[in-house]
C-alpha cells in the first residue's frame, strides 16, 4: 500500500488527510475513494483541469505526464513544476503529499 498526504485545503480537506492506496490507482479515484471531494468536471477523461494537484513529495515517482495532459495543464490555475492532473496521475510505490490549489478554472460550479 502507498501512503498520500493530502495537505489542508480550506473547503475541500480542512484538516488534511493520510490514505492508504494501492498502487495503480489515479490520485483522483483514491481521494474520491475516501471522501476528498476533488472536483472533475469532464469526469476523470483528460479534458480539463479541474482536477489539478501538486505533489510535493514522491513527484518522480510517478508515470511521466502525457502529451494531452501537459497541455492541459498549461490551462491549469496556480500551475507549478509539480502539477499533475490527479485524475491520470496513478499512484506508484512511493508515499506522496499533494496539495490541491485553492483555485480552479471551472467558472461554473453546481454546488454553488
Known amino acids: 500500500m502507498t501512503q ?32 476528498i471531494e476533488i472536483e472533475h468536471i469532464c469526469e476523470k477523461s483528460c479534458a480539463c483541469t479541474t482536477c489539478h494537484v501538486v505533489v510535493r513529495q514522491g513527484f518522480d515517482s510517478l508515470a511521466p505526464a502525457t502529451e494531452q495532459e501537459e497541455d492541459l495543464l498549461d490551462k491549469a490555475w496556480g500551475l507549478e513544476s509539480q502539477s499533475r492532473l490527479s485524475c491520470q496521475a496513478q499512484v506508484a510505490d512511493e508515499d506522496l503529499t499533494i496539495a490541491i490549489p485553492k483555485y480552479t478554472i471551472n467558472l461554473v460550479r453546481e454546488s454553488h
Request: a negative charge; hydrophobic letters at 40%; one cysteine or more.
Open 4 to 35: 498520500l498526504t493530502f495537505l489542508p485545503h480550506e473547503e475541500i480537506c480542512p484538516h488534511g488527510a493520510v490514505i492508504e492506496v494501492e498502487p495503480g490507482t489515479s490520485i483522483l479515484e483514491a481521494a474520491l475513494n475516501h471522501g
